[in-house]
């Protein structure tokens, strides 16, 4: 069993910057691959970045690539999400995810089995 707690959310300005992190429970953590998700109000939840165990591989959602960077802490147990140059659109509510398979690195979300409860991001224009 592994337990997800994202933080770092807020309420930005356009333009501005945000890193979300999220907090593993599991010693398992550097094992799998994490994700992170969002969903803004009346729409799916879409893949914003993707990284592997070893944080070799990284994969990123157009709409954010040159803007986000995702890493992790294996030592820390800790997945971040660094966002920069945030946009309107970018308003969501930010979930991480641990995939549920070791060696998987996907955008699918059935292909995670873990969630975090998630956190809010409000961009303003």
């Known amino acids: 069993q592994v337990q997800l707690v994202e933080s770092g959310g807020g309420l930005v300005q356009a333009g501005g910057s945000l890193r979300l992190s999220c907090a593993a429970s599991s010693r398992a953590f550097s094992v799998y691959s994490m994700g992170w998700f969002r969903q803004a109000p009346g729409k799916e939840r879409e893949f914003v970045a993707a990284i592997s165990w070893s944080g070799d591989s990284t994969d990123y959602a157009d709409s954010v690539k040159g803007r986000f960077t995702i890493s992790r802490d294996n030592s820390k147990n800790t997945l971040y999400l660094q966002m920069n140059s945030l946009k309107p659109e970018d308003t969501a509510v930010y979930y991480c995810?641990?995939?549920?398979?070791?060696?998987?690195?996907?955008?699918?979300?059935?292909?995670?089995?873990?969630w975090g409860q998630g956190t809010q991001v409000t961009v303003s224009s």
């Open positions: 995810a641990s995939a549920a398979r070791a060696g998987v690195t996907s955008r699918r979300q059935n292909e995670y089995g873990y």
